[in-house]
């Protein structure tokens, strides 16, 4: 079974950074894409930042220019490097992985959730 931990969620104040972990208990390279979505309280769970086995990035428009995915092989993690943080980005954060078997074979896996909350 594919296991995701998050790690590095909590509170800062507008302006300031968090950063992101995700680390996996399989090769990242098992997956087709990985990414962080984020869900605030009465919202739908949107995409954040994804990044592809090749390395192909895509960001929500509300966090191009502030958040940066990257990821680690060696270690197996994703992460999500955040900038000038606004109260609106507080939210649960979850790690998401993505495996495409075929235009209509596809399986998700999720992270507990880390939250991040934003406030002066």
């Known amino acids: 079974q594919v296991q995701l931990v998050e790690s590095g969620g909590g509170l800062v104040q507008p302006g300031e950074s968090l950063r992101l972990s995700c680390a996996a208990s399989a090769s990242i390279f098992s997956f087709n894409a990985m990414g962080w979505y984020r869900q605030a309280p009465g919202k739908e769970r949107e995409l954040v930042a994804e990044i592809t086995n090749i390395d192909t990035t895509n960001y929500a428009d509300s966090v191009k220019g502030r958040f940066t995915i990257s990821r680690d092989s060696a270690k197996n993690t994703v992460n999500l490097q955040m900038n000038s943080l606004k109260s609106e980005d507080t939210a649960v954060y979850y790690c998401?992985?993505?495996?495409?078997?075929?235009?209509?074979?596809?399986?998700?896996?999720w992270g507990q959730g880390t939250q991040v909350t934003v406030s002066s």
């Open positions: 998401n992985a993505r495996v495409v078997y075929g235009k209509n074979s596809r399986s998700n896996y």
